[in-house]
């Protein structure tokens, strides 16, 4: 504890750096996956690809992705960009999926009416889709956000500033104390991280917290 | 026959006269495997300002026929016009925000309020939000709702009211057309005969032009001004009004869809003003109890216990009221009412077979 809070200052400025790293990869995957998705329904072929493209990239150790990515994209090791692309790429393999997962969930029934009523299609994907498939998209997103935040440690391997740092500082100086600060901040993260999306999610679905109709029809006298 | 506007005739939102359209379908056909049609050369005139029901079996092309007229189905060969316009010319989404649509089970957007389910096609339509919200406060009146339901969500009403919020939705935009998909299918029988009468009390102030689906043949004859019975192999058997179809089907497919029962459906056609009304037993035997306000309560023999009466024959109603209410009495005697409820005395079942004589033999011109 005494450690704990002696170091404080660094603690945070990891843990704030920590998020970053889990929190950018996890906006970007939903801004690339969902266009994705979208096509995919329309096409088996792609779908396909998509999903097994993306299993092969999950399979890609994350160690060996950061340490390749750099020669790739041109940037220095201990750049950020490496850990957020590189994060980035492993949330799309796996949100793509959950979000086709997501937007079959619509009710065709749904989607039939809208077309009837004169939605344009890219209006009704907005408007009607999107919005419906939220609950499922938002299974997926909580998922991807805990597997973020513990892969954001590796990078400390690398030197890239998280709370990682703590994992091989303290094996290097044999300080289990430092070890324990690092794991319990990982997890407050991840606790705090599924908290955000949890509320974001009663947020943008309010129609899900109503108190349904009595299941008999009430006939009037 | 076509009643002014009534209850929309305020709103500035009407693009089009009230009457209906006349739609056609001239040599349409849809075909979805080579071989077999879903829909076999069909030409037909629906006419404007009424209820047009297409009735059948199930994959007989009835829905289907009904989807190309807004296009959520493009015909495989042929025309289908709109006061004499194809509506294969230009945009789709702008063709069927000028058609109302409901669907089997409501088809409401779930993650909208009752409101905004109301005004989706005005605001599509670029009408400013103020003034939507009035169109479906207004709506919701006119279909029987409170407003105070605009803020709750669909899950949040019955299957009734679901279904009378996508009506209300679909008139939101008045429009000339009203497609309507086995609207009533999904709530249970006493509610589909409220939402069923409640569609013609509203036809009778709007008088659209509404292209109805059902695979009920009661429900067809019921609402149909014409009835299209569709056969398998999506070809329309017979085209004609409900009464035609039940007393002289044109084939026999049309004969063994309309039913056993048709002769007694048929008898919904024929008024039962002729039957004699008698007074109300008393004393011994069975006798009517009445309540409070007049009405039958049920009925008494001897003395005993009261049982629950059968069906009402509401004066005005048709032979088929008349003879249900004999049929279906504990004493064999049909209760009449007045339009308030109350009793207006008792029918007997001879008396109505007399009357269904007499107005068969009217029919034919007879003595």
Redesign the interface.
């Known amino acids: 504890m005494t450690w704990l809070f002696g170091n404080l200052p660094q603690v945070l400025s990891l843990a704030g750096s920590h998020l970053v790293q889990a929190v950018i990869p996890l906006v970007l995957a939903v801004v690339i996956s969902v266009p994705l998705a979208q096509i995919a329904r329309h096409n088996k072929t792609l779908a396909a690809t998509f999903l097994s493209v993306g299993s092969v990239l999950y399979t890609v150790p994350s160690l060996a992705l950061f340490v390749i990515l750099p020669v790739v994209l041109g940037t220095r090791i201990l750049d950020f960009t490496n850990v957020i692309v590189a994060l980035t790429i492993y949330a799309v393999a796996l949100l793509v999926r959950s979000t086709l997962d997501a937007l079959n969930s619509v009710d065709d029934g749904i989607r039939q009416a809208a077309v009837a009523m004169g939605f344009r299609p890219l209006h009704r994907f907005l408007a009607v889709d999107l919005p419906l498939s939220l609950p499922v998209l938002f299974a997926g997103l909580r998922v991807i956000s805990v597997s973020n935040i513990s892969l954001v440690t590796v990078g400390a391997l690398l030197g890239i500033p998280s709370l990682g740092f703590f994992f091989t500082d303290g094996l290097q100086r044999n300080f289990p104390t430092e070890i324990i600060v690092g794991i319990v901040g990982t997890l407050i993260l991840a606790v705090l991280m599924d908290g955000v999306l949890v509320l974001l999610q009663r947020l943008l679905t309010p129609w899900l917290r109503t108190p349904r109709a009595p299941a008999a029809e009430v006939v009037r006298a | 026959m076509v009643v002014p506007h009534a209850a929309t005739a305020s709103t500035p939102l009407a693009t089009t006269p009230a009457a209906g359209s006349v739609i056609e379908f001239r040599n349409v056909t849809k075909t979805y495997q080579p071989g077999r049609p879903a829909v076999d050369n069909l030409t037909l005139t629906i006419d404007g300002g009424a209820i047009t029901v297409f009735v059948g079996p199930s994959g007989c092309g009835k829905t289907t026929s009904l989807r190309m007229i807004?296009r959520?189905v493009e015909p495989s060969a042929g025309t289908i016009t709109v006061d004499g316009r194809d509506v294969s010319t230009g945009p789709a989404?702008?063709?069927?925000?000028s058609m109302g649509?409901v669907?089997?089970?409501a088809?409401?957007?779930?993650?909208?309020t009752v409101t905004d389910n109301v005004t989706?096609?005005l605001r599509?339509n670029r009408v400013p939000r103020a003034q939507a919200r009035r169109r479906a406060a207004e709506l919701l009146d006119t279909v029987g709702l409170s407003s105070e339901l605009g803020r709750?969500?669909p899950?949040?009403?019955?299957?009734?009211?679901q279904q009378r919020v996508g009506v209300a939705?679909a008139l939101a935009a008045d429009p000339p057309v009203l497609?309507m998909d086995e609207p009533f299918s999904a709530?249970?029988p006493?509610?589909r005969a409220e939402l069923q009468q409640e569609l013609l009390r509203l036809q009778r102030d709007l008088a659209k032009t509404i292209v109805f689906v059902t695979h009920d043949i009661d429900e067809a004859t019921l609402l149909g001004d014409k009835v299209a019975v569709f056969a398998t192999g999506g070809r329309v058997a017979q085209y004609a009004a409900p009464e035609e179809i039940l007393r002289a089907p044109a084939d026999d497919f049309v004969a063994g869809f309309v039913g056993r029962d048709r002769g007694f459906r048929h008898l919904s056609f024929s008024p039962g003003t002729d039957v004699p009304l008698h007074p109300v037993p008393h004393g011994a035997g069975w006798e009517l109890v009445l309540d409070d306000d007049g009405g039958p309560a049920g009925w008494r023999r001897d003395g005993a216990a009261v049982v629950p009466g059968g069906s009402l024959f509401r004066l005005g109603d048709s032979l088929r009221r008349a003879l249900d209410a004999a049929l279906s009495s504990p004493s064999g005697l049909g209760v009449a009412v007045d339009d308030d409820g109350r009793v207006a005395g008792v029918v007997k079942g001879t008396e109505v077979l007399a009357a269904i004589d007499a107005a068969r033999r009217a029919r034919e011109g007879g003595p």
Do not use: E, I
């Not at chain 2, 989404?93 to 925000?97: C, G, S």
């Open positions: 807004n959520m989404p702008a063709l069927r925000r649509y669907m089997q089970s088809g409401l957007l779930p993650h909208r989706t096609v599509l709750r969500y899950n949040q009403l019955s299957g009734g009211q939705r497609l709530v249970d006493v509610v």
